[in-house]
């Protein structure tokens, strides 16, 4: 084998470069193979759910995500009220099924809230931090097949010049919903078929004024335009495509409008347009030996408020540095295991919303029954809540093995101190390392740390309970006061055993 590497990533989609760079900053080679010879332009998500941008902002993109922000909502302007909102809310923390009634103001954590980034921006800012790092993305490079051979693979794929064959330890699938690596590598890929189209589109219409602004649910379908100008998403439920390559015409975009709006408009220019189906499939397992999968090559569903997106960036984040810890010897190849078991639950309840987010958007007088049911309970502080929370993916919790609640949650940006100034949790935690919050009397946390080889930074507080967080911001551990109990088992559990010379290794004061 030649050229080789740690880990061959297929894909540099958002999903792909994470999962590149979290491999980067946990000291493993990695190559990133992607077939586009440029990044896609592509109408897709227009905004991120709270925990993708979280992963985004411990790696240092919190300033590119606001500037992003600044200029799609100058771009957007201000918002018009929905016709299906009897009562527009001061904030919006997104939409259920396009019922505009999800209250930030009705949150626990009302700070979580979706980011109106959209995902090309989100490919840029990660493919200008893969730059950085020194990340090797090769592109017009498509991957033909792989061969797993003990403890390698050989990957083959063509290049517009010639034939290619990279060697490397672990393969990661990051190669869409219709991933090759997922096919080859044979995972089972279950779920419901195609029953209908959705397209997003870019366009001038003759008589925009016709249209309104914002979600319109009709008995020819539903459809939402804006929050850009001339953006627009369109819901036909008259059936499946009959040929999703073909490219998007004009004409159908404007023969769909005009049905799904019941409006007599005309489309007189088409800058772009894609379309999509409703299938929702989800592996069995994220993993098949040195075969992993992450993003829509694992699940794929309707793309309602940015779910996709962020589900994949979060797949990144819990799988890189656990995978990275694996190559450098820190822990055995067990910990992949983890990976599917805190993932694949937190992608079904996504799937499961987006379900029922299409049930109560079809055009049938059962389906508008129902919508005017969950409306009405979204007025009710703990419906919006649950919703709300359930929709931006902050009620995530992975099943670590205790009832202590913020464990396995993952931890929001907050206020350190470091150093003698103040600083962001996440700015700490940009370097990829783990992060113990240490509020012992006596630091008795300190010392085990420094006790330990694992890439943890120590921040001593000065009030409040220490707090052991992972990588990908989980919380790993919890004490109660200033008790150590249970420490040693989740150093043990997460960052692997001590040293026998008892060296500090890059625990740091």
């Not at 036909?236 to 009959?242: A, C, E, K, N, T």
């Not at 797949?315 to 983890?338: C, F, H, Q, Y």
């Not at 008790?483 to 026998?500: H, K, M, N, Q, Y």
Request: aromatic share 6%.
């Amino acid at each position: 084998m030649t050229n080789e590497v740690d880990v061959a990533v297929v894909g540099a989609g958002p999903v792909g470069l994470l999962t590149a760079v979290e491999l980067a900053l946990g000291g493993a080679r990695v190559v990133v193979l992607e077939r586009l010879a440029e990044a896609s332009t592509a109408n897709k998500a227009l905004t991120i759910g709270p925990l993708g941008a979280e992963a985004l902002q411990r790696r240092g993109m919190a300033g590119a995500i606001a500037a992003a922000e600044a200029r799609n909502l100058a771009v957007a302007g201000p918002p018009e009220p929905q016709a299906e909102a009897a009562a527009r809310p001061t904030r919006s923390g997104g939409h259920f099924a396009g019922l505009s009634l999800i209250r930030a103001d009705a949150q626990l954590e009302p700070d979580r809230q979706p980011r109106l980034v959209d995902q090309q921006a989100v490919e840029a800012m990660l493919a200008d931090q893969a730059e950085a790092l020194g990340i090797e993305v090769r592109r017009q490079s498509e991957v033909t097949g792989f061969v797993e051979q003990g403890d390698a693979i050989e990957v083959k794929s063509v290049t517009p010049t010639d034939e290619e064959r990279l060697g490397c330890h672990f393969l990661v699938g990051c190669d869409g919903g219709r991933s090759l690596i997922r096919k080859l590598a044979g995972f089972s890929f279950p779920g419901t078929p195609t029953s209908m189209t959705m397209y997003q589109a870019v366009a001038e219409v003759d008589r925009p004024e016709l249209l309104g602004r914002g979600w319109r649910r009709t008995p020819g379908g539903m459809f939402s335009h804006g929050p850009f100008p001339g953006r627009f998403y369109l819901l036909d439920f008259g059936g499946p495509p009959v040929d999703r390559e073909a490219s998007v015409t004009r004409q159908e975009v404007e023969d769909v409008l005009r049905r799904v709006s019941e409006t007599d408009v005309r489309v007189t220019k088409l800058e772009s347009a894609s379309r999509w189906a409703d299938n929702t499939r989800l592996v069995d397992t994220y993993r098949l030996g040195r075969v992993l999968l992450a993003g829509d090559a694992a699940h794929v569903h309707t793309p309602f408020g940015g779910q996709g997106l962020s589900l994949g960036l979060v797949d990144a984040a819990n799988l890189g540095w656990k995978l990275a810890a694996v190559i450098r010897g820190d822990m055995p190849e067990s910990l992949l295991d983890t990976y599917t078991a805190e993932r694949r639950s937190v992608a079904e309840a996504v799937l499961a919303n987006t379900l029922a987010q299409m049930a109560i958007m079809r055009p049938d007088p059962q389906s508008g029954a129902m919508r005017d049911i969950i409306a009405s309970l979204t007025q009710f502080d703990d419906a919006n809540r649950y919703i709300g929370e359930m929709v931006s993916g902050s009620f995530t919790r992975y099943n670590l093995g205790t009832e202590r609640d913020e464990v396995g949650r993952l931890i929001g940006d907050r206020p350190v101190r470091l150093g003698g100034a103040f600083t962001s949790l996440y700015d700490v935690m940009a370097d990829g390392d783990g992060v113990l919050l240490d509020a012992s009397n006596d630091r008795k946390a300190l010392h085990l740390v420094s006790t330990r080889k694992p890439r943890i930074r120590c921040v001593a507080i000065g009030a409040g309970r220490s707090i052991l967080i992972r990588p990908d911001a989980c919380v790993a551990w919890a004490g109660e006061e200033n008790s150590t109990d249970g420490l040693e088992e989740a150093f043990r559990r997460w960052f692997g055993p001590v040293l026998d010379d008892g060296s500090p290794g890059r625990a740091r004061p």
